[in-house]
Nanobody, 128 residues
Framework: QVQLVESGGGLVQAGGSLRLSCAASGRTFSNYAMGWFRQAPGKEREFVAAINYSGGMTYYVDFVKGRFTISRDNAKNTVYLQMNSLEPEDTAVYYC?????????????????????WGQGTQVTVSS
């Protein structure tokens, strides 16, 4: 089992920044690829970004490229999502997830069903 706890969400004005954190406990964190997803009211959960076990490979959905950065610190068992230039359309509950995926630059890593463990989510609200 891997337990995941997100933090760092909140209310921010358009153009602002937030840094989400996801702290992991349980099984060896560095064995897992990590992903960030989000879900807005009335919408399906969608992929945002993924990072491989070592942090050497990342993958982003097109609409966050250049604005969001995923990173991880295996010594701290934590994965981060730095979000800059936030837009009202980024408003959602953000979830981190862990998966036994070797190659994150693949369609497989964008599917929620590929992930084994999920956090409870953290709310991000961007006002216009």
């Amino acid at each position: 089992q891997v337990q995941l706890v997100e933090s760092g969400g909140g209310l921010v004005q358009a153009g602002g920044s937030l840094r989400l954190s996801c702290a992991a406990s349980g099984r060896t964190f560095s064995n897992y690829a990590m992903g960030w997803f989000r879900q807005a009211p009335g919408k399906e959960r969608e992929f945002v970004a993924a990072i491989n076990y070592s942090g050497g490979m990342t993958y982003y959905v097109d609409f966050v490229k250049g604005r969001f950065t995923i990173s991880r610190d295996n010594a701290k068992n934590t994965v981060y999502l730095q979000m800059n230039s936030l837009e009202p359309e980024d408003t959602a509950v953000y979830y981190c997830a862990a998966a036994n995926i070797a190659a994150v630059r693949s369609r497989y890593s964008t599917q929620p069903t590929s992930y084994d463990y999920w956090g409870q989510g953290t709310q991000v609200t961007v006002s216009s």
